[in-house]
């Protein structure tokens, strides 16, 4: 299986974390399930492989998602049911981004997937022909910088003090006071948490959790922490106790932390 993360021009490093690309002609498993916990990124990805299929936590039948999407926040824990070929490439937005550059209101895209197309109209319908007519995974990429430097190029206002907040969050991976944050850029309660809904699609305290929930998945996932001492975990992340932690954890992905550490089906299980 192949994937690799790209980095984005570095004009558009304020909006994009990074583009990848995620390839495999013959799984050995068919219907192979790949789990993902929330992430705090909202992204669009263009599909040139087989068509797959994702549910979300509490669900039980899979859908297949748009051929290519846009998606925001997710909440929970997901799964791809993923086919034999495998081809996409996606852009992994800042938590603001996708507002800031294209005035999208993100509480419309929490948990949701939306067709390309849909959203954009033919304009993206030739960016996804040029994907894949294109063999270079270089070149892909390359593409999709181009498209977004002349968004960036046409944008009439840049980023805010909510991006600033936003990225404050995703940076310090969710421990964050938000009021302290707040008085630090001078906004009362009401019109931050307004705006923070608009650009990001969540409360600023709810993204926090989020991302938190996010990189503490990741890193036992890929098993960066060899868990000795649990409390140890709990303290670092912030957590009250362990009581709170466990709740927590278990609210977003459904399982326990001990069951998710040796049980997960995240992707970073499958590559070498």
């Given at each position: 299986m192949?994937?690799?993360?790209?980095?984005?021009?570095?004009?558009?490093?304020?909006?994009?974390e990074c583009f990848y690309i995620w390839e495999n002609v013959d799984f050995e498993v068919h219907h192979q399930i790949i789990e993902s916990p929330p992430t705090a990124f909202g992204s669009m990805v263009f599909n040139?492989?087989?068509?797959?299929?994702?549910?979300t936590l509490g669900n039980e039948k899979f859908i297949s998602v748009p051929q290519n999407f846009i998606t925001g926040q997710a909440t929970q824990n997901y799964f791809l049911q993923l086919p034999r070929k495998i081809g996409m490439i996606g852009v992994v937005f800042k938590p603001a981004a996708i507002s800031t550059l294209f005035g999208m209101p993100m509480y419309e895209f929490v948990n949701t997937r939306y067709e390309l197309s849909d959203v954009f109209g033919t304009e993206i319908d030739i960016i996804s022909?040029?994907?894949?007519?294109?063999?270079?995974?270089?070149l892909k990429v390359e593409i999709l910088n181009n498209y977004l430097?002349?968004?960036?190029?046409?944008?009439?206002?840049?980023?805010?003090?909510?991006?600033?907040?936003?990225?404050?969050?995703?940076?310090?991976?969710?421990?964050?006071?938000?009021?302290?944050?707040?008085?630090?850029?001078?906004?009362?309660?009401?019109?931050?948490?307004?705006?923070?809904?608009?650009k990001v699609g969540m409360s600023p305290k709810y993204y926090a959790r989020v991302r938190r929930i996010?990189?503490?998945?990741?890193?036992?996932?890929?098993?960066?922490?060899?868990?000795?001492?649990?409390?140890?975990?709990?303290y670092k992340m912030g957590y009250y106790d362990q009581s709170h932690f466990i709740k927590e954890f278990t609210s977003f992905t459904g399982k326990s932390p001990r069951f998710y550490l040796k049980n997960n089906l995240e992707l970073a299980n499958y590559l070498e």
């Amino acid at each position: 299986m192949f994937y690799k993360k790209y980095q984005a021009a570095s004009h558009l490093s304020p909006f994009v974390e990074c583009f990848y690309i995620w390839e495999n002609v013959d799984f050995e498993v068919h219907h192979q399930i790949i789990e993902s916990p929330p992430t705090a990124f909202g992204s669009m990805v263009f599909n040139y492989g087989d068509t797959y299929s994702f549910k979300t936590l509490g669900n039980e039948k899979f859908i297949s998602v748009p051929q290519n999407f846009i998606t925001g926040q997710a909440t929970q824990n997901y799964f791809l049911q993923l086919p034999r070929k495998i081809g996409m490439i996606g852009v992994v937005f800042k938590p603001a981004a996708i507002s800031t550059l294209f005035g999208m209101p993100m509480y419309e895209f929490v948990n949701t997937r939306y067709e390309l197309s849909d959203v954009f109209g033919t304009e993206i319908d030739i960016i996804s022909d040029k994907i894949r007519e294109e063999n270079s995974k270089e070149l892909k990429v390359e593409i999709l910088n181009n498209y977004l430097t002349i968004k960036l190029m046409k944008l009439k206002k840049g980023p805010d003090r909510t991006d600033y907040a936003a990225n404050l969050i995703l940076d310090q991976k969710g421990m964050v006071n938000i009021s302290n944050l707040m008085s630090e850029l001078y906004v009362c309660r009401r019109q931050f948490e307004r705006q923070f809904l608009q650009k990001v699609g969540m409360s600023p305290k709810y993204y926090a959790r989020v991302r938190r929930i996010g990189y503490l998945c990741a890193s036992l996932a890929s098993k960066k922490w060899k868990i000795d001492d649990w409390h140890d975990l709990i303290y670092k992340m912030g957590y009250y106790d362990q009581s709170h932690f466990i709740k927590e954890f278990t609210s977003f992905t459904g399982k326990s932390p001990r069951f998710y550490l040796k049980n997960n089906l995240e992707l970073a299980n499958y590559l070498e």
